[in-house]
């Protein structure tokens, strides 16, 4: 007696355990961190860098832990032609080579610090810090009813030689000019 | 025979049994692997991926602290996930910290021992500003409170931080960071009720200004229900003096404040944030008193607590390696309780400038000021030598962090110099070193020298800790008297800083991107530890009947005590994460009548945290404390609290977006208990079984 109502419990566990796990699997909707490493990779295909920039191949980097295992999937793939090299950024002075520099919403106190390195630089400054445009920053990524939305500052952008394509100035909420 | 003709019969059910466990590992482990290969959205065109559902269902582990400390991070997201209504819950399962609850109010928090209500080695901070009172060296953990929702994180660093931010930051370190303005736009309400929770409702609502200005206002009010208090845990006579006293212990907070930010070009911000709580509590307290035959009476107190905060900070940067900022705040505190009535105010001024020196040198500098003026209005067991006392800190501290193989081997030197009105000069050096192993592990070690600079109590205040009557003897450090014996505890100029030698060493394991641990291993050597000097009996009243016994706060206590701290965290699934944390505790100190020493042998945790949909998450913490030694209040011995466990049940239901109902459950499972006990004055209380409900709401 006893033991079936344990085998019952083990398996009613077992199903428990399944359901959360299986809803997981199909719910159709994505997870934050690769959501924003696969708009990041989007950017890259509207962006037109000025000539000599790019050298062997097209740099993503980052500044940030928890989006490592989002950015190395991007790790390889190709825009026409162009492979793209990721790399972890931990030190501002390491900026220097990146075309697209994504900063994590944790880093803000390196902002102050890392506009004066980027200045004038043709490095494409990403970040979801809320306020990330206005102080500075190129594109701010943040979140609207549950979907991803993008702000552009073409100020800061002028300055770097950067030209974004018409297309992508469309889909933002938000440019300033 | 029977033995085995039994082991026989049960072989098919035993096999059922395997078939059972292994159909059920099946089921658990099937849909993980499944989860694991997630849909690729490289695929998607800019438009498609903007039409994406966003979802927090899939967890991360928490990226391991990069620095050679014994450092735990509680994030924003814990905090809304466990349904911390307060700092001190927040900090319930931190490894290496005993977290308990002492009455409705009042709680108890120290790390790697010498815990108490008046704990006096640990540093707190929220957002740069000490919560410091000078009167006793410690936290006042009732009055430290903020919109919960508006906490970034808490960082929580065990082990000596005397190095960098200054004296008593000798255990522990704990660094409450608040959200930037612009994190915390809109209106956001929340509301909730339960049964030791009788009542809240917060509120805050978040702007933007041209120019990337951003500023925050908030308010928010709660009603909280006393603790129970049983006889039964008290000793004979003190039970009896309790006999129709209240235990009321409830508590009623209002407190708001604000924060703007405001960038100035694109290098520098300016941040201004301010305060203001009103606190009304209900305590019982216990008073020596003239009147046989204890000589002593618990009463009921209600008083009131208040306080205002303003602070700014601003931070610009120089170049790109190097950047410098002033900070200076204005912190206000008042406390109207009968024993002990004070106004505190403090004026700090604080300096720092960090900068890289070539290529292998990371240096930060900063200078600081502090004045604290400490008026006292109403004492009933305690007189300060003079009422009105204020005193000045100067300090000075230099860090130099040194590459010494590039991506491979560090070495921190650090010291701290600071001028104390009690103590003079005080040097205290810290030496780390931190070492990458591989891509998976890291080690680090320390050493540091640290001292906890005295208090006021301990420098000039008198306190009237209770009157022996006739022919009874407490303690055998004073022999029993044929009169009362007025026993009063003198602080004096000679009393000297605390001193603690630390040696640390600390390993982390990220083997996969599911798993990961945390580990340091520690041993303190304490000198110089507060203990009492028996002075003679002072004959001169004994005409009225008594005689006075003035003793005197000496540093003759010392000892050592040495422990391990685990945290591990484990990704089961995307959407299922598992924490355990564990802290193993031993000590060995000389006998001490005037502080707690040592920390529960064992305290564990294990936390399951559980998105099911994206609708629903579910958070549950098993913890457990065992056995610690405790001062025992009047009789000046020590006494075990008992061990006791728990579970924290949390329930997060999300009907639609912006909107969040909660519920949970607190201490459940765990029967009624006493966490710990006040050192002196109070009564003990137990924690029991909670529950409260909540919405939030974000416009």
Redesign the interface.
């Known amino acids: 007696m006893m033991?079936k109502l344990f085998?019952k419990l083990?398996?009613l566990?077992?199903?428990l355990?399944?359901?959360?796990?299986?809803?997981?699997?199909n719910?159709?909707?994505?997870?934050?961190?690769?959501?924003k490493?696969?708009?990041l990779?989007?950017f890259t295909?509207?962006t037109k860098w000025p000539n000599g920039s790019i050298k062997k191949s097209m740099a993503v980097c980052y500044f940030s832990?928890?989006y490592?295992?989002g950015m190395e999937?991007?790790s390889g793939?190709k825009i026409s032609q162009l492979k793209i090299s990721i790399k972890q950024i931990k030190n501002?002075?390491d900026v220097e080579h990146c075309n697209l520099l994504f900063i994590d919403k944790s880093q803000?106190e390196i902002l102050?610090?890392?506009?004066?390195?980027v200045k004038g630089k043709p490095i494409l400054t990403v970040s979801d810090?809320?306020?990330f445009y206005?102080?500075?920053g190129m594109i701010e990524i943040t979140?609207r009813?549950?979907?991803?939305?993008f702000l552009i500052d073409l100020e800061a952008v002028g300055g770097s030689d950067i030209v974004l394509s018409s297309?992508?100035l469309k889909?933002a909420v938000e440019v300033k000019h | 025979m029977h033995l085995v003709q039994r082991r026989v019969e049960n072989g098919p059910s035993v096999m059922k049994k395997v078939y059972t466990y292994t159909a059920c590992l099946t089921f658990l482990f099937s849909p993980i692997i499944q989860a694991s290969s997630e849909p690729d959205n490289f695929e998607l065109s800019l438009q498609e991926l903007l039409d994406v559902e966003v979802t927090s269902v899939s967890k991360q582990p928490q990226a391991l602290s990069k620095a050679p400390a014994a450092i735990y991070v509680i994030t924003s997201d814990d905090i809304q996930r466990s349904g911390a209504t307060s700092i001190p819950q927040a900090l319930r399962d931190v490894p290496g910290l005993h977290v308990a609850q002492l009455d409705s109010q009042k709680w108890a928090i120290g790390s790697r021992g010498f815990n108490g209500r008046y704990n006096n080695k640990l540093l707190v901070m929220m957002d740069g500003r000490t919560l410091y009172s000078p009167e006793f060296s410690g936290v006042y953990w009732e009055v430290q409170d903020t919109l919960m929702a508006d906490i970034e994180r808490i960082e929580v660093i065990r082990g000596p931080g005397a190095a960098m931010w200054g004296a008593n930051a000798v255990n522990g370190v704990i660094n409450i960071i608040t959200k930037h303005s612009a994190d915390t736009q809109g209106v956001y309400l929340e509301a909730g009720a339960g049964d030791y929770e009788q009542g809240f409702a917060s509120f805050r609502f978040g702007g933007k200004l041209d120019g990337g200005v951003t500023f925050r206002g908030y308010a928010k009010g709660f009603e909280r229900d006393s603790l129970t208090f049983n006889n039964q845990d008290m000793l004979f006579p003190q039970r009896l003096l309790m006999n129709g006293v209240s235990s009321d212990n409830d508590w009623g907070n209002v407190q708001g404040g604000g924060r703007v930010d405001i960038p100035v070009g694109s290098v520098a911000s300016l941040t201004v944030s301010a305060d203001f709580y009103r606190s009304q509590l209900q305590q019982t307290l216990f008073t020596p008193t003239m009147n046989p035959p204890f000589y002593g009476e618990f009463y009921s107190d209600e008083f009131d607590a208040n306080g205002w905060n303003l602070l700014a900070k601003y931070t610009e940067a120089v170049s790109a390696t190097s950047e410098y900022s002033i900070q200076a705040y204005y912190d206000h505190a008042r406390r109207d309780e009968s024993f002990l009535g004070f106004t505190t105010d403090t004026v700090d001024v604080d300096f720092q400038y960090q900068f890289k020196a070539g290529t292998n040198h990371n240096i930060v500098w900063g200078l600081g000021y502090r004045y604290i003026s400490d008026d006292i209005n109403a004492a009933a067991i305690i007189s300060p030598s003079n009422e009105d006392a204020s005193t000045e800190l100067w300090s000075a501290f230099f860090r130099d962090e040194i590459t010494l193989l590039e991506d491979t081997l560090w070495l921190t030197l650090a010291s701290r110099i600071e001028n104390n009105s009690y103590t003079g000069i005080e040097v205290q050096p810290n030496l780390r070193l931190l070492y990458k192993v591989d891509d998976v592990s890291t080690l680090w070690s320390s050493v540091a020298y640290s001292v906890r600079t005295p208090s006021r109590a301990e420098n000039n205040w008198s306190i009237n800790a209770v009157n022996i009557p006739p022919n009874v003897r407490v303690s055998s450090l004073m022999p029993a008297a044929p009169f009362l014996t007025k026993v009063v505890v003198a602080g004096n100029d000679d009393y000297e800083s605390e001193e603690l030698v630390t040696y640390e060493i600390g390993y982390r394991f990220t083997p996969s991107s599911v798993f990961s641990l945390d580990s340091s291993v520690f041993y303190n050597d304490y000198n110089g530890l507060r203990s009492v000097t028996i002075g003679p009996p002072d004959l001169s009243t004994l005409s009225s009947g008594f005689i006075t016994q003035r003793n005197f706060f000496s540093n003759n206590d010392y000892g050592h005590s040495y422990g391990i701290e685990t945290s591990a965290q484990w990704l089961v699934a995307n959407n299922f994460k598992m924490k355990l944390n564990y802290s193993l505790f031993e000590g060995d100190f000389s006998e001490s009548i005037t502080q707690n020493t040592d920390a529960p042998k064992h305290i564990v945790s294990i936390n399951a945290d559980w998105s099911l949909n994206k609708y629903i998450d579910m958070n549950a913490t098993w913890r457990y404390t065992s056995d610690v030694p405790a001062l025992s209040p009047f009789t000046f011995t020590n006494k075990t609290i008992r061990s006791h466990h728990g579970v924290d049940i949390g329930v997060n239901w999300l009907p639609v977006s912006d909107v969040t109902l909660s519920l949970y459950g607190k201490n459940l499972l765990g029967g009624s208990y006493v966490e710990y006990e006040a050192e002196q004055f109070h009564i003990p209380y137990r924690v029991e079984p909670s529950f409260y409900g909540k919405l939030s709401v974000l416009f």
Do not use: C, H, W
Request: net charge positive; glycine share 4%.
């Open positions: 033991r085998i083990i398996l566990l077992g199903v355990f399944f359901i959360p796990f299986s809803t997981a699997v719910a159709q909707s994505a997870d934050i961190y690769q959501l490493a696969a708009l990779y989007n295909k509207f832990e928890r490592k295992p999937r991007l793939k501002i002075n803000r102050n610090r890392l506009f004066i390195k810090i809320s306020g206005d102080e500075g979140v009813d549950n979907r991803l939305r297309q992508m889909l």
